[in-house]
């Protein structure tokens, strides 16, 4: 069974997933696992202030770990694409985690979270 913060993340990713050709980004990856992490990784990279290199660089050693090939500047390009369309789950990434770090109630953070998104 899944936490109440995992949820609070899980709907600010799949609200993402509905922006753009989720689908196709999902078959590049060898599981559903892993392309949902890279998303989160993306939006709460941006949501805590860290540059698109920074993002693309961790996400590069992420995958050399698991002995996976990819390369930085198509990470960068993906998220100059995408971090418009992503603006209102980066906004919800900051709030979540302010809202958790002083101590809100997880079940307060995931309906205004919910709201937000929805």
Do not use: C
Not at 53 to 65: E, M, P, Q, R, Y
Not at 76 to 84: A, G, L, P, T
């Amino acid at each position: 069974m899944k936490s109440l913060q995992d949820k609070i993340w899980d709907t600010i990713t799949d609200s993402a997933k509905r922006k753009f050709d989720y689908p196709s980004f999902e078959e590049t990856f060898p599981t559903a696992q892993i392309a949902d992490n890279v998303l989160f990784k993306i939006i709460s990279g941006l949501s805590a202030g860290w540059s698109k290199n920074k993002i693309a660089s961790s996400l590069l050693t992420d995958f050399l770990v698991i002995g996976y090939k990819t390369d930085a500047a198509e990470w960068v390009k993906f998220i100059d694409d995408n971090e418009s369309s992503f603006k209102l789950e980066i906004l919800a990434s900051q709030m979540a985690r302010d809202m958790l770090d002083s101590g809100g109630d997880p079940i307060a953070v995931h309906g205004s979270i919910s709201q937000l998104l929805h």
